[in-house]
């Protein structure tokens, strides 16, 4: 077998990356998508050569109009496969927190988000998916800690 069939028959994960964004009350950012019943941080698919740092950078431009520094990275989560799905890996970075008139200034840019908002954690139980409930939770505490955390998912 040379090289590049080599390369072609290993597996391939998909690979996603969202932001972590607060308010000075500690809420996190939540967007309301219309294709799914849950909300979801700001943050999507990496494409085809992109890292995930940049992808979540992109999707905070594309989706809200923001374009922060994404800082450290909170989360890694290996995600198992769910046919047709192939397993995958999520990242969730730091994108720090917005004042009043940062929040005031987030435009939905696509025309898939319906709303967006900032709600405490005990207001996102039911609006996001229990695996995006882990994350959130495993991201704050990541950084308050200062450090990553690596979840299973």
């Not at 990496?46 to 950078?57: D, F, L, T, V, Y």
């Not at 923001?66 to 047709?84: C, F, G, H, Q, Y």
């Amino acid at each position: 077998m040379d090289q590049a069939a080599f390369y072609a028959s290993l597996p391939t994960k998909r690979v996603a990356a969202g932001v972590l964004i607060t308010d000075d009350l500690d809420r996190v950012l939540l967007l309301q998508p219309s294709f799914k019943p849950t909300w979801e941080i700001p943050g999507g698919v990496a494409q085809e050569g992109e890292s995930p740092r940049a992808a979540a950078r992109r999707e905070l431009r594309e989706e809200l109009g923001l374009d922060r520094e994404i800082t450290s990275l909170l989360v890694v989560d290996w995600v198992r496969a769910e046919p047709p799905r192939t397993d995958g890996l999520s990242f969730v970075y730091d994108g720090g927190r917005l004042d009043d008139a940062e929040a005031r200034a987030i435009l939905l840019g696509r025309p898939e988000l319906n709303a967006y908002g900032f709600v405490d954690l005990e207001g996102a139980v039911g609006l996001v998916s229990e695996r995006l409930e882990r994350r959130i939770v495993a991201a704050l505490h990541a950084r308050r800690a200062g450090r990553s955390v690596e979840l299973e998912d």
